[in-house]
Each structure stands twice: as C-alpha cells, then as structure tokens.
C-alpha cells in the first residue's frame, strides 16, 4: 500500500477557496482510486469526494457538489481537493484514502489506506 500524506489546510473565511494535496509515496498512484473524507468536531467521518486510477470518474457527495472538485495528477503522484466557496460547517479534518480497486466508492470501509489528515476551519 502507499502511504498518503495531506498538505493544504489552513484557516480561511466563508466564501473563500483552498486547495488540498493529497501526495502518495511508497508506490505509483495511478493504480488506486482515491477518496476525500473529512470529520468535524464530534461527528463521525464522512465521505467528500473519489476519483478513478485514471481519472475517468469521479463522484461528489451532496453538500459539497458545485463547490469542491476531485482531480488528479498521476505524473506527480498527487491527488487535490480544490474547495470553493467554502462555508463554516466545511470546518473538518480532511482525509484522503487510497484503495486498490477500480470503482470510486464513497464507503470509509472500502478505502485501506488513509493518511493523517489536514486541518481546514472556515470562519463566519
């Protein structure tokens, strides 16, 4: 399995924009599918986002469709998140999650390995 390091978090006020770098080492990308999950304060986790190997599908959840979008760069080993117009309840732990499988999937359970996750707080 590769390992996933998350890079892009920080503090910015509602209506702004950041861009998560979900960086894999220890193996080639390009054969998992990637996930964006995310847990906020006393809540569980929950999914965000998935991409294809190649790209070629990806899947949003709900709260975020029309803000966030999933893409990826396998020549850099990189997966982002990019996040507009974001509002104070995006405040989370973002995760991204690697499994070895075709099929963007937005099941925790279906992903084996996760990174440590980066902090994004969106302020009112």
């Known amino acids: 399995q590769v390992q996933l390091v998350e890079s892009g978090g920080g503090l910015v006020q509602a209506g702004g924009s950041l861009r998560l770098s979900c960086a894999a080492s220890g193996g080639a990308l390009n054969i998992y599918t990637v996930g964006w999950f995310r847990q906020a304060p006393g809540k569980g986790r929950e999914f965000v986002a998935a991409?294809?190997?190649?790209?070629?599908?990806?899947i949003h959840a709900d709260p975020v469709k029309g803000r966030f979008t999933i893409s990826r760069d396998n020549a850099l080993n990189t997966v982002y998140l990019q996040m507009n117009n974001l509002k104070p309840e995006d405040t989370a732990v973002y995760y991204c999650?690697?499994?070895?499988?075709?099929?963007?999937?937005?099941?925790?359970?279906?992903?084996?390995?996760w990174g440590q996750g980066t902090q994004v707080t969106v302020s009112s």
């Open positions: 991409i294809k190997w190649n790209g070629g599908s990806t």
């Open positions: 999650a690697s499994r070895r499988a075709s099929t963007p999937r937005s099941r925790e359970s279906d992903y084996d390995s």
